[in-house]
């Protein structure tokens, strides 16, 4: 059965109502068919049941003289007038004590059964049983048994059978006719629509609308179906002018521009791109790209690349093209990954942006700047001999000569003296300053209470002279040369010190947790900064103060953001003029060591 | 050929039949000419009506009465015993004369043939019964014939229907001859 409604599945609709039309009619015709014959053959049996018992009787009655008197030639004659029923196979006339009397036959063959008691009709498979009991004056003289063949039945199914079938035939015709007529009105609106369909799938033209034949649920299909259609080409003009749009900004972009997969293979470049790969996408798109960058950075291209395909995560690297005049040239590659709501990336657009001439400026401006740091270096280095012995000499000169110098004299070493100390600590700074941009080992975290103590301790003496109280919170461990640290402090501690009102300072060190790093604060309560100077006091050599009220040489915030930068963090400060000033900076901290609540402090 | 050696054994049978039809044919012996007489004459009162006036009351018995010389003996007394013909029972009867009214509805005569002939035509409702073909002849009703060893009979319709009697088709359909 699944194997022949599979087989009746794939058949056209058209063969599919034919059959169906057939199997209705044929069933219908069957059942009516078989209803008559069944009925018949009941309504026949009772007319028979009738009609023979009518006719035994007759026989029986017109029996009962010749019984009576024996004549044998009148009972026959009266059994001979069955003649005139040809399905009478036999008929016999019983005496009184059972004993076959007369007889007639169809057949010579045919034999009546033996009679039973009573009037009866017994019907066989093949024939009809009469006994009819012979009557005279209220006594039973004998009995009449008539057999009555039921050929006819078979004769009356066989005639029905064949009108069934002459009908079946017509009737078969009729729906032939009927199902081509069906066609018009079913199949033809469904082939129109296939056709329609057909032609928009292997065209892609969604301007192709579907013929309306009827206005029954095929047409409402057919109306569904160009509305779809109406959509789809307005999706589609939509997606066009998209692409055009998308086209249009990548082709007039000065950046090289292109698009790849989600598995990494580059499916579109624009047309900047034509003065590295020349010619045309196919010979680069996919991976063949690669034959265009630098060897030495083929590898980390493809290694960087790859991890950003199997992640996710931004690419962003510098690395060189090879132009078709066979010059290599810097380029900055970045690509984003575009993710579809389900988180799946589903396409990666990437521009490359020809950096070479920065790339050129960058390495010429790095090289002047060690140059010129190894310069600073070398000078502030080779400087503090002689200053050394200008300092020196000048004391000796102080101590030994002292004396024999007059007042005028005595007052010029004094200058002399003070300004070779003076060089002797711009000397220090300046090599600090240049030691600030040395690396320092960071890998493993430095207590920075401990820095902020050490340099607590070189500034005692400032401190005890100002009166300065100095406090703090708790403070975290961080990743920042030791060093480093206790510079940034010593020199912010010692501003706040150096800067200050009349009054003792007041000098709080703080700490709190920002993301990937720490932000310190040291604030204090001195001069303050004119919001104008805010950016400009972290320059190297500038200064605020040109008097002599504040002595300093004006590398110290320049040694800071030095220092800070270095580590990726950053420098700031915010201020009332008059009140006091904040420095912030920032510092990599370990992660999950928190600052607690305010705790040590140390007072001058 | 073997139709008629069929037929002649039907025949056979049939007369086998006639003997078993009549309890006088019990044993051995051959039913006499008379045995089978005296079952007709009772079969006849079945297949005859009689005019309600031919009874002396409405349930009068049917009288078989032997005129004369009785050639039946105490057969016919055996035969008659139970038998009963359109609600009225059988009786025999034996008379020196011919009956008052009433009295027979059946007579037969052995002898006194040309007698009960006339009397029958006299339109009494009694059936007469004879012998031989010149009994109807001579205005009797029925007369029995021997003929091949057969027992058979002539009727004269006219005779019956002159004395009122009406006779069943059935009666006539069996006999050799019949005088409308």
Known sequence: MPVNARIFRNKPIRRKLLIMIMIATASALALAGAGIVVFDSLLFRSYLRRDLTALARIIADNSTGALTFGDLKAATETLTTLRARPHVASACVFGKDGILFAHYSRHNATVCPAPGAGEDIRFTTSDVVVTQPILLSGGTVGTLVLVYDLDEIGERTQLFGGIVAAVLLASSLLALLLASKVRGVIEKPISTLVRAASSVSDTGDYSIRAQKISNDELGLLADRFNEMLAGIQSRDEDLKAERERFRFMAESMPQKIFTAKPDGTVDYFNRQWTDVIGSSFEESGGWSWTQFVHPDDVEETVRLWQHSVATGELLNLEHRFRRTDGKYRWHLTSAHSMHDLNGHITMWIGSNTDIHEQKEKEDALRRANEDLQQFAYSASHDLQEPIRNVAVYSEIVARHYGARLDDDGRQFLGFLHEGGRRLATLVDDLLAYTRAGAAEPTDSPVDSLEALRNSITSLSEAIRESGAEVTWDELPDVFIGTSHLQQVFQNLIGNALKYRHDKAPRIHIAAEPQGKFCRFSVQDNGIGIDPQYKEKIFGVFKRLHHDRTYGGTGIGLAICQRVVERYGGRIWVESQPGKGSTFYFTVPRRTGTGAGAPLGSAAG | ?180
């Open chain 2, 1 to 180: 050929m073997a139709k008629g050696r069929n037929n002649s054994s039907w025949r056979n049978a049939g007369a086998l039949a006639l003997l078993c039809l009549f309890p006088m044919a019990r044993a051995a012996e051959a039913p006499g000419e008379y045995d089978v007489k005296a079952t007709y004459l009772l079969n006849f009162a079945k297949f005859v009506e009689w005019p309600a006036n031919a009874f002396a009351t409405a349930d009068s018995p049917i009288a078989i009465c032997i005129l004369g010389k009785d050639p039946f003996g105490r057969a016919i007394d055996e035969l008659v015993q139970g038998e009963s013909a359109n609600g009225r029972k059988l009786v025999v009867r034996r008379m020196p004369e011919f009956p008052s009214p009433q009295t027979c509805q059946i007579v037969f005569s052995e002898d006194g043939g040309a007698e009960l002939a006339r009397m029958g035509a006299a339109g009494r409702a009694i059936l007469t019964v004879g012998e031989g073909a010149a009994f109807v002849r001579n205005g009797g009703m029925i007369g029995f014939v021997v003929e091949n060893h057969r027992v058979r009979f002539d009727i004269s319709q006219s005779a019956a229907r002159a004395a009122s009697l009406h006779l069943s088709s059935r009666l006539l359909a069996v006999a050799r001859e019949v005088a409308r």
